[in-house]
C-alpha cells in the first residue's frame, strides 16, 4: 500500500461539493486523514473564497489511476475539462503526494510544487502529516511551514457544518 495526500479546494457551492469528494473518495480509498478546513482568498484572480484541506489516503493503485480517480469525481462535481488554473471551480482534487515518487509527465506532477509555494496546501498538510519529509529537499512537512513566509497570508481555520461530523 502506498500512502498519499490529496489536495482539496472548492469556491463554486464549496458546502456541496466538498462533502461529496469525501464520500467519493472514501468510497474508494477507505478510510481517509481529514486535515481541519482552510478558507483561504483565490491567488491570481479575483473570486469567492476557497475552502482548502488535505486528505490522506492508502491505496495500491498505480499513481495514474489515482489520478483518473481524482479528475472522475472532479467531473462528477460539474468541473469542466477546460477550466483554467486560476478560476473558481467547484472542486480542485491534486494527488500532492504519492509515497516518494517523483514524477514530472505532462499533467502529474509529484511532489506538486504548490506544497512549497501556497498556504492553502502546505498548511493542511503540515498539520496532519507534520514529520512526512518532502521527497526532494528532505525537510519535514513541519520545518517547511515554519519557513514558510506568512506576511501576507490570507486564510484562516474554519469549521463548515459538515466538517462538524468529519
Not at 19 to 24: G, T, V
Request: hydrophobic letters at 40%.
Amino acid at each position: 500500500m502506498t500512502k498519499g495526500y490529496i489536495s482539496i479546494g472548492s469556491n463554486i457551492d464549496k458546502d456541496v461539493h466538498i462533502p461529496a469528494s469525501l464520500i467519493a473518495l472514501e468510497r474508494i480509498f477507505g478510510k481517509l486523514i481529514i486535515s481541519d478546513v482552510y478558507e483561504s482568498e483565490p491567488v491570481g484572480f479575483a473570486g469567492d473564497a476557497f475552502y482548502n484541506l488535505v486528505v490522506g489516503f492508502e491505496s495500491d493503485l498505480e499513481v495514474k489511476d489515482v489520478a483518473r480517480q481524482l479528475r472522475q469525481i472532479e467531473l462528477d462535481n460539474g468541473r469542466t475539462r477546460d477550466s483554467q488554473k486560476f478560476s473558481s471551480r467547484t472542486l480542485d482534487l491534486d494527488l500532492i503526494l504519492y509515497g516518494d515518487l517523483i514524477i514530472n509527465d505532462g499533467r502529474l506532477q509529484i511532489p506538486r510544487d504548490e506544497i512549497e509555494h501556497y498556504a492553502f496546501v502546505l498548511e493542511p498538510l503540515a498539520a496532519c502529516a507534520p514529520d512526512l519529509k518532502h521527497p526532494v529537499s528532505h525537510l519535514s512537512y513541519a520545518e517547511l511551514w515554519k519557513k514558510f513566509d506568512k506576511t501576507d497570508l490570507k486564510q484562516k481555520r474554519t469549521t463548515p457544518t459538515w466538517a462538524l461530523t468529519k
